[in-house]
């Protein structure tokens, strides 16, 4: 469905990119995650391939067509943009501002109510904008993101400032989009939010590609499987972690021999440590 070769981007147009030597490709139908901190070159990377910024170097085919210069209707006809800032009008009602963006494409559309009742604002259809809260702006700016149904949709960290009811809420949305077909781009520097809806996630630490795979296999591949034992010591409970791997399983089962265990608890490594380690990097 996209693919992305050796792309840069510098907004200087000299040799500091924000983007450097990119490349990977998505399936239809799939939720890819462009996972990294903030200034990391995920926003950079979408607006490219969306359009919205020119393509300096390398290539991009969505679809089997050549992004070549700006893009025309068609394809803005076919894409959905979800910003990390919500782009509404804030002198307009909930429902206007999504009839106002159905009217600007030359396709079937949601009808607004609906996708309203979707993100939880039905009963602020009426109100303007400007008199919602933090949160259900970012709702209304995602509600329009997808009032054009797209066959491919950007999302730019869809649940950020979001309460976690509401963020399952719109983790069902996109989750049901992608059934329906929708082949989604999800940057954010959330790896829980990722781990949970990607298909396959890219790291991307200034500007640069440092692995592409899935949340699993990145976390068998680089991660080790640990163990959290609570034992009792002295009249108090007490927890210990422990490796599971190699010469640790020897230190386990030491260790489980020779203290009064009460629980143990086996985990896998996050998303989160996968990507420090291989980045040496957080996520703020």
């Known amino acids: 469905m996209i693919e992305v070769k050796n792309i840069f981007y510098s907004y200087r147009k000299n040799d500091d990119y924000a983007v450097n030597d990119v490349s990977f490709n998505i399936a239809k139908g799939e939720v890819f995650g462009f996972l990294g901190p903030s200034g990391a070159g995920k ?18 085919i ?3 067509t050549s992004r070549e210069g700006q893009p025309d209707k068609a394809f803005f006809n076919r894409i959905g943009m979800g910003f990390e800032r919500p ?7 909930g429902y206007d501002n999504l009839k106002f963006h159905a009217s600007l494409y ?17 009963d602020e259809s009426k109100k303007k904008a400007g008199a919602y809260s ?11 993101s997808m009032i054009n149904k797209p ?28 059934k329906e077909g929708t082949t989604i781009f999800l940057s954010t520097h959330n790896m829980f939010v990722a781990d949970e809806l990607c298909d396959r996630v890219a790291f991307i630490v200034d500007g ?34 422990l490796g599971m791997a190699g010469k640790d399983k020897e230190i386990l089962q ?7 265990v009460k629980t143990i608890h086996s985990g896998e490594p996050t998303l989160e440590e996968i990507f420090i380690k291989l980045t040496g990097r957080g996520l703020e």
Not at 49 to 58: D, P, R, T, Y
Not at 161 to 178: E, F, V, W
Not at 212 to 226: E, F, S, V, W
């Open 62 to 64: 969505i679809d089997g």
């Open 134 to 144: 933090k949160g259900m702006m970012q709702r209304l700016g995602f509600a329009r």
């Open 87 to 93: 782009n509404v009008y804030k002198k307009l009602s």
């Open 254 to 260: 030491k260790f489980i021999a020779e203290h009064d």
């Open 151 to 178: 066959d491919i949709w950007f999302l730019d960290e869809p649940t950020m400032g979001l309460d976690p009811t509401t963020a399952n809420s719109i983790k069902g949305i996109i989750r049901k989009k992608q």
């Open 208 to 241: 640069k590609i440092a692995a592409i795979d899935t949340p699993k296999n990145l976390k068998l591949k680089y991660g080790q499987p640990a163990v959290t034992i609570e034992y009792a010591e002295a009249g108090k409970l007490k927890s210990e972690t």
């Open 43 to 60: 926003t950079t990377t979408q607006g490219v391939l969306a359009g919205l910024l020119e393509l300096q170097q390398g290539s991009v």
């Open 106 to 122: 030359n396709r079937e559309t949601e009808d607004p109510m609906t996708v309203l009742e979707m993100v939880g604002l039905a």
